[in-house]
């Protein structure tokens, strides 16, 4: 953000711009918000996958 705007942003600034649109704010994801959940989906995808591995059935 702080490369497409040219400028730099203050933790407030920051704070404000991760704010739903909703807020009449920019929106922009916190990305430490979403590692935990993107985690926990892949280790429920990955589950079941040594199962269908065709190495399981040698």
């Given at each position: 953000?702080?490369?497409?705007?040219?400028?730099?942003?203050?933790?407030?600034?920051?704070?404000?711009?991760?704010?739903?649109?909703?807020?009449?704010?920019?929106?922009i994801p916190?990305?430490?918000?979403?590692?935990?959940?993107?985690?926990?989906?892949?280790?429920?995808?990955?589950?079941?996958?040594p199962?269908?591995?065709?190495?399981?059935?040698?």
């Amino acid at each position: 953000m702080q490369h497409i705007t040219n400028s730099t942003l203050n933790e407030e600034a920051w704070s404000h711009a991760s704010l739903p649109v909703r807020f009449e704010s920019l929106g922009i994801p916190n990305v430490e918000n979403l590692t935990f959940p993107a985690f926990l989906g892949s280790v429920n995808d990955t589950e079941y996958l040594p199962y269908t591995s065709k190495l399981y059935y040698r």
